[in-house]
């Protein structure tokens, strides 16, 4: 009809080179372009934990990725590394972090019934801070009650040697169970790239 299709490079200068490949097509045939996930993971607790009132527990021991681990779980891409409690990531770029935590207090604790989980950061692979943190109130009633913080955060990772993450839980209260339990999503993380940075 006259018309045209044009292919484009991109606006900006790519990070690296970018090899296009059509595939041989058959009559009628279709080529589908995509810009999905390239990187989404997923780590979980496999194991209650106990908690001391005011002092933080890195998730380190217990914390595994859920695919291979949990049934029909899966990642896509690479995914991430861990040592101890420190995460390491595949590749630079714009990564959003999930973390949610479940955390049961018995009735016979009153006094501060708070469950926290923050999300420490080093971009320097030396000094780690608190750039993200959920809190949730666990209300006193009889018998067990539940707290679930939620928290997450954009973490440019502009150098993968440099930039890292581990997460954290917190409660005011002694005695106080993390939740893990093995074969479900009770407390964890999920790591998705998003874009480049």
């Given at each position: 009809?006259?018309?045209?299709?044009?292919?484009?490079?991109?606006?900006?200068?790519?990070?690296?080179?970018?090899?296009?490949?059509?595939?041989?097509?058959?009559?009628?045939?279709?080529?589908?372009?995509?810009?999905?996930?390239?990187?989404i993971?997923?780590?979980?607790?496999?194991?209650n934990?106990?908690?001391?009132?005011?002092?933080?527990?890195?998730?380190?021991?217990?914390?595994?990725?859920?695919?291979?681990t949990?049934?029909?779980?899966?990642?896509?891409?690479?995914?991430?590394?861990?040592?101890?409690?420190?995460?390491?990531?595949?590749?630079?770029?714009?990564?959003?972090?999930?973390?949610?935590?479940?955390?049961?207090?018995?009735?016979?604790?009153?006094?501060?019934?708070?469950?926290?989980?923050?999300?420490?950061?080093?971009t320097?692979?030396?000094?780690?801070?608190?750039?993200a943190?959920?809190?949730?109130?666990?209300?006193?009633?009889?018998?067990?009650?539940?707290?679930?913080?939620?928290?997450?955060?954009?973490?440019?990772?502009?150098?993968?040697?440099?930039?890292?993450?581990?997460?954290?839980?917190?409660?005011?209260e002694?005695g106080?169970?993390?939740?893990?339990?093995?074969?479900?999503?009770d407390?964890f993380?999920?790591?998705?790239?998003?874009?480049?940075t």
């Amino acid at each position: 009809g006259g018309n045209s299709v044009i292919i484009a490079g991109p606006s900006s200068n790519p990070a690296a080179d970018r090899t296009l490949t059509c595939p041989d097509l058959t009559a009628n045939a279709t080529i589908a372009t995509t810009n999905g996930i390239q990187m989404i993971d997923q780590y979980c607790l496999q194991g209650n934990k106990s908690l001391t009132g005011n002092t933080g527990l890195d998730l380190d021991t217990d914390f595994v990725r859920v695919s291979g681990t949990i049934a029909g779980a899966g990642h896509v891409g690479t995914g991430m590394s861990k040592s101890g409690a420190i995460f390491s990531f595949p590749s630079t770029g714009i990564y959003k972090l999930f973390f949610c935590a479940t955390v049961m207090i018995n009735s016979s604790n009153t006094g501060n019934r708070y469950a926290q989980n923050p999300i420490y950061i080093t971009t320097d692979n030396s000094n780690y801070n608190n750039r993200a943190m959920g809190l949730d109130g666990v209300d006193a009633i009889s018998g067990e009650s539940f707290g679930q913080p939620v928290t997450e955060f954009i973490f440019d990772v502009t150098d993968t040697s440099l930039c890292k993450c581990k997460f954290q839980v917190q409660t005011g209260e002694s005695g106080a169970t993390l939740f893990g339990q093995s074969g479900r999503l009770d407390t964890f993380v999920t790591f998705t790239r998003i874009g480049d940075t």
